[in-house]
Every structure is written in C-alpha cells, then in structure tokens.
C-alpha cells in the first residue's frame, strides 16, 4: 500500500512539476534582471498552447524527423520513473538499472540529433554535432561518479545508490568524494540540459547555439512533446543531484517529500542565478570544462580506491 | 550426431561453389546452384547446431591420420556451438544477398570464383572451430585465411584491390607464423598436438608468458585488436559488401575463438593476462571509434567500428580471465556471458550494417559518405536495416547490443565490490572507458546514419538512387529480426551463454551461480517491451493529434536565408570535425588547408583524411627497411616453382641430418 501510494506521488511529481522548474528559473533570471518576468506557470501555457497549433514539416523531411520527438520524450519519461524521489525506492528498479539510465538518454541522442539532420539544414547539422560531441565527454564523467556510488553503497540499483543508504553514513566518512562528484555532476547538468555557461537558448543567433538550433524546424505538437521533454531531463539531473546533496535519510513520506522537492527548488534557484551572473563560455573551451567534469569525478573515485 | 550432421554440412558447404566452374560463364545456372548448396549446407550446419543444444551430449569423432602428430578430432562443445551459429548463420544469409547483389550477369568474370571462396570459407571456419587437434585446427585455419584473401581480392583487375589484398596476405601469415610458434609450445608442454589442458608440470614462467604472447600475435592480428589491426580497415572497405559481412562479422571472430579456446586450456591464468587483455581490450575500443569517427569511406568506417567490437569482446575476456586468477566466479559468468554473446551479437548488427552499406553501393556506385545524402526517401527499407544496426551497434536498448554491453558493465562495475587480496578494483575504470565508446559510436552512427540517408543528395547518382532487390532485404530483414529478438527476450540465449562459458571455465563447477541470478535479463527484456510499447502509443498519439490539426510543408526553415542548395548541409567530415580535433593526438588527420590572404581570394579548397598511423608510419617503413636489408636474399628468389621445390627439399633433407 505504502509502494503503491509512493510509486503514485512519484508519477504524479515528476510529470507535472518539471516546466515549473523552469518557470522558477526565468522568473529568477528576470529578478536579476530586475524585470517583472512572465508568470511561474508561463512554461504549462506554453505546452497546451502549442498542442493546440497545427504543425509546419519540410519537404525534405521523413519518418526520422517525427520520431526525434517521440523517442525523446518516451526515453526522457522512462528514465525519471528510475530516480529515487525520496527514501529508496523508484517505481522501476533492478539491478544495473543506471546502465539503462544512460543508454536511453543516448538513444534519446542519437534520434534527436538524427532528426535534426533529417532537416538538411546546415545550423541543424552543427548543433547536432556539438550535442553528440559534448555527450562524450559527459558521458564518462557521470560514470565515474556512478562508480564513487557503487562503491560507497556496494549496490548497482540507482534506487539504494541514490537512496537512503547513501546519505547519512557516507557524507561523514566520503564527504570529499560525494562533493566531487556533486560538482562534476552538475556540469554534466548544465551541459546536458544546455544552459548557461554551455549554451545559451534565448541567444537569437543560431549559429552559436546547441540543443535549440537542432530543433528548429519542430512546430506544433511535435515541439511541445520536445519542451516537455526537455524539462524532464532537467528535473531527472537536477533529482540525481539533491539526492546525493541530501546529507540525512528521507524515508517518511511527510518528511522526504517536502525535503525534495524543496532541494529541486534551490537547484532551479541557483541555475538562475548561475544564469544571471555568467556569461557562455567559448564553444572551443566547453570541451575543457568538460574533461575537467570527468577529474573531479575521477579525483572522487581515486580517493576510495587507493 | 551433432558433429557428423556438422561434417556433412561442411562438405556441402564447401563444394558449393565447384558445380559453377564446370559450366558457362554467361549462365546463371551456376549461381543458383551454388547458392542452393551453400543454403543447404548452411542449414545442415546450424541444425547440428540445434541437435547439440537439444541432447548437450558431444561425441567426438576420432580418426587416424597419415600427417605426423596429426589426428582427425573434432568434437563439440559449448563454445564451439556458440560459433558455429554466426559462422553458417551469415554466410548463408550472404549467399542470399549474393543473389541480388553480385549477380552473375553483371560479374561475368569472378562471380564464379567468389562463389567457389565463399563455400570454402565458412566450411574451414567450422572446421577450426570443431577441431580437437592443433594441426587440423591450422588446416581450416589457413583454408579460411586464403579463402578470405581470394575473396578480397575479388576485383583483382583494381591496382588497389590487388595491394590491399597483399597486405591482407603479409598479415595473415605472420599470424600463421605466430600460431606455429604457439602450438610448437603447447607440443612442447603436452607432448602431443592434441588440444587438452596443459600439463602444469611442464609450464615455466617463461614458457607461459611465451605462449601468451604468441597468442596475443597470432590471433589479435585475425581479431583485429589494436595495434594488430592494420590489414583491418581498407580490406573490409575494398571487399564486396557480402564478403565484409561475413568477414567483419564472423572471420575476426576466429581470432577471439582462438584466443578463448587457447586460455581454456591453461589451469591457472597469471592474474597479469587478464589485466593487460582488458587494457588492450580497452585501448581498441577507444581508438577503434575514435578512428572511425575520422572516416568518410563508408565501408571502411564501419570496419574501424569492427575493430570497436573487437576491444568491447577483449574487454569482457579480460574481466573473465581476471575472474579466473582470482578465484571470481561472478567476474567470469558476466564477463564472458558478455564477450560471447557480444559475438554474436557483433555478427548480427555488423553483417546487418555491412549489407545495407553493400545496398547503397549497389544503387549509388560510390562509398564516399559526403557524396551521398537523402537516401531514406529512395530507399526507405536499406535506411530502416540501416538504423537497425546503428541502433544496434550504438548498444542502445531495445536492441541486441545494449544486452550483452549490459554484461560487461555489471561485472567491471561489481569489481568494485571486492576488497582484500582477490581485489582488482582498477578494473571498474573500463565502465567509464566502455561509456565514452558508446557515446563515441553514437557521434559516429549520427554521422553516417544522417550524410547518407537523411537530408538531401549531393549528387547526381544519390538523387536517382532505387531500392535493392528482394533478395538483399530479404537477407537484411532476418538480420533485423534476430537482433530485435535478442534484444527484447535476452533471458533465452542465457542457457546457451552458460553452457559456453561453463564450456571456457570447466573450474567453476557445477555449483555455480546462473547467469539470471547474477544479471536481471529479464527486467532488461520488461524494460525493452515497455519502451517499444512506449514509443508506439506515442508516436500513435501523436499522428492521431496531427491527423486532427491543420498539417502544412515548405522547405526547411533557412534561418533568413532562402535559398539553401544540397551542397550548404553540414557533411560528414564537418559533423565529426571537433572530435577528429579532440582525438588529435592519436589519428593525425592530415587537413589539406590554403590560407585566404587577399580581400577578394582566389576559389580555393580544402580536405582533410585521417589516415592509419601504425600502418603508414610504423609498419611500413619496418617493413621497408627489412626489404633492404635482406635484399641480398633476393639470389635465391628465382620465381620458378622448381628452384622452391628444390629449396625445401635441401631444407628437409638437412633437418634430417642435424636430428
């Protein structure tokens, strides 16, 4: 009863809080700012706005182009039912389940910017190369930070490396570890959901963006399944994050869920402010940001195995 | 019974291609009754194959033999069976592709002699893999070794067929030499050519590491494993697709079953051989795609995957072997489980991708990636095998590649579990290594999967290209489906995975743990179920919303500008330019770049190739330099076959004399 109730919440959070974290994020910016910025629940508006409009495809355009979105947003879905929300259960797990968490974004990949090829526009083509160039060297520094949690937890299963056998005993005796792969991981964040200093999507020139000029040509339905999409992956890294951050144990239910969802909070937070008080970086030097993500994680997993 | 209905299927496998000879060169009677008997014989193959699965019992056949130390001994195993199944599955599978795509109407010339090669070659492959004995083990060894290199040299009339195929020959004879050298030591430990378990009596630490290294030689150069890999790359691009199929996907295989058969003969492995196996099973992985990324030869990009492949199968046999020296019961059954259904798993997506490649020469006539484009619209079943095997090969779920990529990872991440003396926790530091591969290959088959299928042609011939003939899809679609099955219902090859792995590692005993205890399949096959449910219920809901709202077209949305033409898409070469660049200290592109001075410049141009470095900087000038130096030797080359003859005879009779 209490799994079924829990696995519930779990479904319920994170598909529909996920646009609010970016509502949260815009708002923030727009503080800095000192705008008055669009209401919280902007992102909601935009997403039923945009399931109601018609869709424009180019002619150039096959199959591949309509199942970018879709499988971007089945692989996204299924991959946030893996998180543990709060204690140390998710509605799917099994042992090894953080290796399907990675392959799926990267089916997720392949398709997204194989859509975006399927365009034959040129902008397409570059964002579409940067993103799978920057998803390898991502790619192995959120898994040397996974092998600092295996090894700490002695578990393959995201549910107990995340969950509340992580936290109390390992931020006293690891804390150094645990810390570098927090910062290593949240440039994994930053890069994988595009944001500043890695990428910035209201820039209005198209050749200096990532993620957003390889879906340029997506309208309609199509495009809000992708903005959706988008805003699960943030939740998902920003959920791997503020339950590694989380020092003590969450099991109860009243407890563990406020306790969450106000770490999500902060984490929308400072990626507005990070946002507001940074400017991108050159797309030459994201590669050394980037390898420096995989020696903190790497630096983390040195320490424990001497 | 399994291992004579294996015999009677290598017979008619291997005189598949005589009937042919015998009859016109302009009828096309011979290539359906060779293709007739290849099938044949191919199904008898694998049926033994299923015989043997089905009663698990072997009963060798042993025969006498007028060759000294030689003995007709084949028998059947666990491990040979897992081999044999690629072996006939692809040649078969290739013959029916043959039909359609190397048509004796349109080869007039060596259609004939492909089709005699392409029986011997699998009939010495299963050969090999049945044989008990070292000398027959060499028999079918050099049977496919120079079927494989008539086979490349197809074309033989092409100035580069012919100096590739020389490579091709150069290395695998230094394999051939190195085996030598390596079952001389086993002779020497055993006293016999037999293939049994070595004599611990006998083994030195000299002796043992010998024996490692002249199996590192003899079969990482038929692997492929880097830096042994240079014959790889421009045979498998210059070969008819058909024949890349069977050789990326099955003939490197004979390398990493001889490399496993060989550490099952060997008691106690040094805890040193499984580390540096996984190293060089790491080092290719990496630099396999990193390669591949570079290339903008179609064929041969897939070629530089293969040798990939090769590094993810080494990876998982060193992890095993580890396994073994430690005493880690769990470290074999995932490591090897992953490795040999890697294998086959390899053998499946690779020939898949080879096919739809040779499906795209056969419509377009070139294998340059940045001359293609827009493929998927004119040939819309080769781009769905195409994204198949990408998919596939990407180890992405659904498929059949995330499975057995799924092994490896739960054993390198549970050597992290293991404290005290039989601890090896650097191993784990290949999970992160085996991730980059897989992100690599995902850059790789984006790359290749959009310049040739997606966007739109940039040249004449990809604009009029047409789909292949039934005979070729038909070849690809069983491919397809294996690799959807494997991946969707991973929890029934376990039997067979554990019975090879037992087959590999008779130490672990009967009362070892299963190979579903130790890895969840069966929640990686509810998962698979559930995405593929996932993506058609949205996709279904998704064409239900656009079918009920106002659907337009126009042209791609330019960013202002109004005009694009084929040639302003982003090419291969400028999709994989940063990671070439990231990479640049092990592929040396070599960049063609003229700089533009004046205000109004002249046109000018600019190309970039990433050539093969241990080939073209290490392994030629080696070879140069000993032409040099032995060109005093040339007095005895007198290119009559007499003088040879003559040669060998004083060679033996002054062996005779010094005994």
């Known amino acids: 009863m209490a799994t079924i109730l829990h696995n519930t919440m779990h479904i319920l959070v994170a598909f529909t809080l996920p646009p609010l974290l970016l509502g949260i994020i815009n708002r923030t910016k727009a503080l800095f700012a000192g705008r008055v910025g669009p209401p919280l629940l902007q992102p909601y508006y935009d997403l039923i706005r945009l399931f109601q409009k018609g869709s424009v495809f180019s002619t150039t355009t096959t199959w591949v182009f309509r199942a970018g979105p879709v499988v971007g947003l089945v692989t996204v879905a299924l991959a946030v039912l893996m998180i543990p929300l709060v204690g140390s259960n998710a509605p799917i797990s099994f042992k090894g389940d953080l290796i399907l968490l990675a392959y799926l974004l990267g089916l997720n990949r392949f398709f997204t910017a194989s859509a975006a090829l399927d365009t034959g526009s040129p902008f397409e083509g570059m964002g579409a190369a940067r993103e799978v160039t920057y998803a390898c060297l991502a790619e192995p520094a959120f898994f040397l930070g996974l092998l600092v949690l295996a090894r700490l937890t002695g578990s393959l299963q995201l549910a107990e490396m995340l969950g509340d056998l992580l936290a109390p005993s390992h931020w006293r005796t690891a804390g150094a570890s645990l810390f570098l792969v927090m910062l290593s991981w949240c440039i994994v964040l930053l890069v994988e959901n595009c944001r500043i200093p890695f990428d910035d999507p209201n820039t209005h020139l198209e050749l200096t963006m990532i993620h957003e000029v390889m879906v340029l040509d997506h309208s309609g339905p199509a495009f809000g399944m992708i903005l959706y999409a988008a805003s699960l992956k943030l939740f998902l890294f920003g959920a791997l994050i503020v339950r590694i951050a989380i020092p003590f144990a969450t099991g109860a239910m009243w407890f563990g869920w406020p306790v969450f969802l106000g770490g999500m909070f902060v984490v929308a937070v400072a990626i507005g402010v990070l946002e507001s008080t940074m400017a991108r970086v050159r797309l030459t030097h994201i590669p050394t940001l980037l390898v420096t993500a995989c020696l903190l994680s790497g630096f983390g997993i040195l320490t424990l195995v001497r | ?659």
């Open chain 2, 1 to 659: 019974m399994s291992e004579r209905l294996v015999l009677i299927g290598i017979v008619i496998a291997a005189v598949s291609g005589f009937p042919g000879l015998f009859l016109s060169r302009h009828s096309t009677l011979g290539q359906w009754l060779s293709t007739a008997l290849a099938v044949i014989g191919s199904a008898v193959g694998l049926s033994s194959v299923g015989v043997f699965w089905a009663a698990g019992d072997s009963q060798p056949i042993v025969r006498p033999w007028a060759i000294p130390g030689g003995e007709f001994h084949v028998a059947m195993d666990g491990l040979s069976a897992l081999f044999l199944v690629p072996i006939f599955l692809v040649s078969l599978l290739g013959c029916v592709y043959g039909l359609g795509y190397w048509k004796q109407a349109e080869h007039p010339d060596n259609g004939r002699k492909l089709r005699l090669f392409y029986g011997l070659l699998p009939a010495g492959m299963a050969l090999l893999v049945i044989a008990r004995n070292s000398i027959l083990f060499m028999v079918g060894w050099e049977v496919m070794a120079l079927s494989a290199f008539f086979l490349v040299t197809t074309e033989d009339h092409d100035r580069a067929v012919r100096e590739t195929g020389w490579i091709y020959l150069v290395a695998t004879k230094v394999a051939t030499v190195s085996l030598f050298a390596l079952f001389g030591l086993l002779h020497a430990v055993n006293g016999s050519f037999k293939l049994e378990p070595l004599n611990e009596a006998n083994l030195t630490p000299g002796i043992t590491t010998a024996i490692f290294v002249f199996m590192l030689i003899g079969f990482g150069i038929k692997a492929g494993i880097m830096p042994f890999h240079v014959w790889l790359p421009s045979s498998h691009a210059i070969a008819p697709s058909h024949v890349s199929a069977i050789m990326s996907g099955v003939i490197i295989k004979m390398g990493i079953y001889g490399i496993l058969r060989i550490t099952s003969l060997v008691p106690h492995p040094p805890v040193a051989w499984g580390g540096i196996v996984l190293v060089l099973g790491t080092i290719s992985g990496v630099l396999g795609v990193a390669f591949a990324v570079g290339q903008h030869d179609l064929k041969r990009l897939l070629a530089y995957h293969s040798i990939e492949n090769i590094g993810i199968i080494v990876m998982g046999i060193g992890l095993a072997l580890l396994g073994r020296s430690l005493g880690r019961d769990e470290w074999v059954i995932l490591g090897m489980s992953g490795a040999l259904l890697h294998v086959w798993n390899h053998a499946l997506f690779k020939a898949l991708l080879f096919l739809s490649a040779g499906s795209v020469i056969h419509a377009v006539h070139t294998r340059e990636i940045d001359h293609l484009g827009g493929l998927a619209k004119r040939m819309p079943l080769t781009a769905l095998c195409f994204v198949v095997g990408a998919v596939a090969i990407c180890g992405l779920p659904p498929l059949n590649g995330f499975v057995s990529e799924f092994l490896i990872y739960l054993g390198l991440f549970g050597t992290l579990g293991v404290e005290g003396k039989s601890s090896f926790a650097e191993a784990a530091f290949a999970a992160p290594a085996l991730a980059l591969i897989g992100a690599l290959a995902v850059a790789c088959f984006v790359k290749v999967f959009g310049a040739v299928f997606l966007g739109t042609a940039r040249s004449e011939h990809a604009s009029h290209a047409h789909e292949s003939p039934p005979s070729m899809i038909a070849a690809m679609s069983v491919l397809v489906a294996c690799c959807f099955f494997i991946g969707l219902a991973p929890f029934a090859v376990a039997p067979v995975l554990e019975q090879a792995v037992s087959a590999w590692a008779p130490s672990l005993g009967e009362s070892r743990q299963g190979l579903l205890t130790l890895a969840p399949l069966d929640s990686i096959s509810v998962m698979a179920l559930v995405l593929v449910a996932g993506l058609a219920v949205t996709s279904g809901l998704l064409w239900l919303r656009l079918r009920n709202s106002v659907v337009e077209t126009g042209p791609t949305w330019g960013c202002g500008f109004t005009a694009p033409t084929a040639r302003m898409q982003y090419t291969s070469s400028s999709f994989a330019e940063m990671l070439v660049g990231l990479f640049g200290w092990a592929l040396r592109p070599r960049i063609h770049r003229v700089k533009v001075t004046a205000l109004l410049p002249q046109p000018t141009d600019f190309h970039s190739h990433v050539p093969d470095p241990v080939l073209d900087e290490l392994v030629l000038p080696t070879f140069r330099f000993s032409a040099w130096l032995f060109s005093w030797f040339r007095v005895f080359q007198q290119g009559r076959i007499q003088a040879y003859l003559l040669y060998i005879f004083v060679a033996l009779v002054a062996l005779l004399l010094w005994r």
